[in-house]
């Protein structure tokens, strides 16, 4: 699939680009039944911990996680944190579609990235709801100039609704981290994420992207984006894909986490 000139202008001007039918709902479903597969066997680990009191196997895909964290509210975090990459999920991480628009970003010399996270946004969780940042904060000093380009990827239509991404168009332009800090220090103490502060971005306008099922937003490492929060019945799938030109650094050497959760 090739990306149009406007497009990779885009890409350029603000930091991210909607790149709408890269693949269709069958080509997704194998990632789907995996990740289903997935649930199930967090719903048998927590069942037998006596953490939930029903396994609700008569959920499906969108709703199954929604249902176990009304049960326990760590489901969610706990699926993120400790799900492994299964072979669908590295199929399409490697797939011919998506490395043929990642290298009309970032050149024929493409390396896999180490961050890649599935986002499980079961509805009304502010665990679940990411605020403004940079992906590149997240790295170790040293890393934040490495081209990482992220492919963002709903297993459905992500929405207002059901908390789909917002870009400050043109903040990447600085090529600097901007101030970040740690959200559990001033707030829930759960939390693990890092944010910035309104008044610190370059702007105050932003774009809020929906992206159908079987689309993906490119982003890159500086582009400052949140999530919103999911006000629907329906958990908002999606997994964040990296890549980057070989040899630079990775910003998670040495680092045995998977990455910025």
């Known amino acids: 699939m090739h990306l149009s000139p406007e497009q ?12 709408e039918n ?11 039944d995996e990740l289903d597969s997935q649930v199930g066997a967090l719903a048998e680990k927590l069942f037998a911990g006596g953490r939930i009191q029903s396994k609700h196997e ?8 929604a249902a176990i964290a009304e049960e326990f509210e760590g489901a969610a975090p706990l699926f993120l944190i400790d799900g492994a990459m299964g072979d669908r999920m590295a199929e399409l991480w490697s797939c011919d579609k998506l490395l043929d628009i990642v290298e009309q970003v970032i050149g024929p010399d493409i390396e896999g990235g180490p961050v890649w996270v599935v986002r499980s946004k079961v509805p009304n969780s502010a665990l679940m709801t990411v605020p403004w940042h940079q992906d590149n904060a997240y790295w170790q000093p040293g890393a934040e100039e490495t081209e990482m380009l992220t492919a963002w990827i709903p297993f459905i239509d992500a929405t207002r609704e059901n908390g ?23 707030g829930d103490p759960r939390s693990w994420y890092l944010y ?18 079987g689309s993906i937003l490119l982003l890159t490492q500086f582009t400052a984006h949140r999530s919103l929060q999911n006000y629907s019945h329906q958990v908002r799938w999606s997994v964040d894909l990296r890549f980057q030109p070989p040899g630079e650094p990775t910003g998670m050497e040495g680092n045995l986490l998977r990455g910025p959760l």
């Open 196 to 213: 910035i502060n309104e008044e610190d971005l370059p702007s105050s306008e932003f774009v809020t992207y929906e992206v159908p099922l």
């Open 164 to 186: 789909c991404l917002q870009v400050v168009p043109g903040a990447h332009k600085a090529r600097r981290c901007l101030p970040h800090h740690i959200e559990r220090r001033v």
């Open 58 to 65: 008569d959920k499906d895909f969108y709703t199954r996680l």
């Open 22 to 32: 890269v693949f269709t709902r069958a080509e997704l479903q194998p990632v789907m």
């Open 8 to 19: 990779l202008d885009r890409f350029r001007e603000d930091g991210c680009v909607l790149v």
